[in-house]
């Protein structure tokens, strides 16, 4: 039965009585799909000028302690970021460089070329540094808003300086959390993201994974060729919070429809295509090199590359572990 005018103003005038006192009543709160944004793709070529523009107007250190702009961070020749650690774990997922800028993370050098996934664990050190001669970018994807809604965000910064020193030689905790390891690392219960190691994955070493599972036809209908990049201290997600995941569509390739929980971000690595979303709709986001979007949870998906000739690769970051850890994860195939 249509609500009465009257009956609908009595009741925002009360709601907003409510506001006003900090009171919010269950029946505020606004429906799933109301509160989701509408999704789309941000374009490279909108982002890359605006990030190149923030370089040069934003000062690191004065206006901006990190120049984070729609999902991206960018450290200009010359330029360190201050060394602090925090409770939410970070992902880096470097998409310009010239291979000469480094985070140090707990004392490690981890240097950035393109491809490059960096993962630095929860309270983990960590300050940028471009010595090169060009502009590194990477995509950025942190744990904050679990952090928040578990009130857990504690911050420190480095005492005393800028930067902190280098103590370990680049691929240290690598080596360490490798296929020889310490004897104290076998067997033990390593599931705190505090136990995770900082570790930068090569991109060079995931394509060539990602090219032996095409030669053998290991693909997956719904995702093409997926690997993950594994947690070196327990073999499982990549982080216990979030997941990082590289796929390639082969030539001319369309997966099969699904839906999961978790919400998930895309950078394109290479190659052109487009994702269909929502079946009824088939609302197509169509992208290109370096575009990124977001798929929310739940929400159906299917990828196509475009290209009759090339492959297309897509790099994403997942929160899905989050739901899994808890026994809520949910798959649904189309
Ligand atoms: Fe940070
Ligand atoms: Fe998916």
Redesign the pocket.
């Known amino acids: 039965m249509a609500q009465s005018t009257d009956s609908q103003e009595r009741l925002e005038a009360f709601n907003e009585k409510l506001r006003r006192l900090g009171i919010f009543g269950y029946w505020m709160r606004s429906g799933r799909e109301q509160r989701q944004t509408e999704p789309s793709v941000l374009k490279w070529s909108t982002i890359y000028p605006l990030l190149l523009e923030a370089g040069e107007v934003v000062r690191l250190g004065g206006e901006a302690f990190?120049r984070n702009m729609g999902g991206y961070q960018i450290v200009m020749p010359g330029e360190h970021a201050a060394a602090?650690r925090?409770t939410a774990s970070?992902m880096r997922f470097i998409v310009v460089g010239d291979g000469s800028a480094y985070t140090t993370t707990n004392g490690e050098q981890m240097f950035m070329e393109p491809g490059d996934l960096l993962v630095q664990p929860s309270f983990g050190w960590?300050d940028h540094s471009n010595p090169g001669e060009e502009p590194v970018i990477w995509m950025d994807m942190l744990d904050t808003s679990l952090i928040q809604t578990l009130e857990v965000e504690f911050r420190e910064e480095w005492p005393g300086a800028d930067q902190q020193p280098v103590t370990h030689p680049e691929g240290f905790h690598a080596q360490l959390y490798g296929m020889v390891r310490p004897a104290r690392l076998i067997g033990s219960q390593l599931g705190s993201p505090q136990d995770s190691p900082p570790v930068t994955y090569k991109f060079r070493d995931a394509r060539k994974t990602l090219e032996l599972m095409a030669a053998e036809e290991e693909f997956d209908p719904y995702d093409g060729v997926l690997l993950e990049y594994a947690n070196p201290a327990t073999g499982g997600h990549t982080l216990p919070t979030m997941c990082a995941r590289l796929q390639m569509l082969r030539p001319g390739e369309a997966t099969r429809p699904h839906r999961h929980t978790g919400g998930v971000r895309y950078h394109v690595v290479q190659g052109q295509g487009a994702s269909i979303l929502d079946l009824e709709s088939s609302k197509e986001l169509a992208w290109e090199d370096h575009d990124s979007f977001h798929i929310s949870s739940w929400h159906w998906h299917q990828h196509r590359n475009r290209s009759k000739t090339e492959p297309a690769i897509l790099f994403s970051i997942s929160d899905s572990p989050i739901a899994e850890a808890f026994g809520f994860y949910r798959e649904e195939k189309g």
């Open positions: 990190r602090h925090h970070a960590h």
